[in-house]
């Protein structure tokens, strides 16, 4: 279960959608290797600037890196 919680909420996954963001893009700050990821879950996507995609489906990396998703966009990001 923990796997499927970690895949969920990784911010890091392969095709990622470009429309998706989270709070910690906007930290201007390197990263420590020191401190473990908060992974908080407070995602949203750009389309809809709320939690809830433009398709209805909840905005988070494991939901958002689908091109099988309507409102998918190719992309990725850069941290």
Known sequence: MLSQIED???T????LCHCLRWKGQFI???RD?????SNDGLY???HTQKC????????????????????????????
């Open 12 to 15: 890091e996954h392969p095709g």
């Open 44 to 46: 949203w996507c750009m």
């Open 33 to 37: 290797l020191t401190v473990p990821r």
């Open 52 to 79: 809830i995609g433009p398709d209805g489906g909840l905005a988070e990396p494991g939901n958002c890196s689908s091109p099988g998703r309507n409102c998918y966009e190719e992309g990725g990001h850069e941290d």
């Open 8 to 10: 969920r909420f990784n």
């Open 28 to 30: 201007a700050a390197e």
